[in-house]
């Protein structure tokens, strides 16, 4: 299992909800993170006031719930107005508690 390095755009906004929806009882989770495959936005999915979990390589809320990638689609910020309604590209990611 390697490590690789991206660039990701990340608004404000998003990062501010990263943090708020972090759960606060987790040192670590095992995310899906949403990344426009145009303008390098990222999205970091969640419901039920907390991040989806990786299941098995699946969006899932914490109570179980199976989470689509469409869903996100429309809340996504772009740094781009020529972004077109691709799919976002999932990319599975650990995010730890002093990185939120």
């Not at 990701?8 to 606060?24: G, I, K, N, R, V």
């Not at 040192?27 to 303008?39: D, N, S, T, W």
């Not at 699946?58 to 429309?74: I, L």
Request: with cysteine; proline share 7%.
């Amino acid at each position: 299992r390697g490590i690789k390095q991206e660039w990701w755009m990340l608004s404000d906004e998003e990062a501010a909800y990263l943090h708020s929806a972090f759960p606060a009882d987790e040192e670590a989770i095992e995310h899906i993170v949403l990344q426009c495959p145009e303008c390098l936005s990222v999205n970091f999915p969640g419901t039920e006031q907390s991040l989806v979990l990786n299941r098995g390589g699946r969006m899932t809320s914490v109570s179980g719930k199976p989470m689509r990638e469409q869903d996100y689609r429309a809340v996504t910020r772009h740094v781009s107005e020529a972004c077109t309604d691709l799919p976002l590209t999932p990319l599975p990611v650990r995010v730890t508690a002093v990185e939120s």
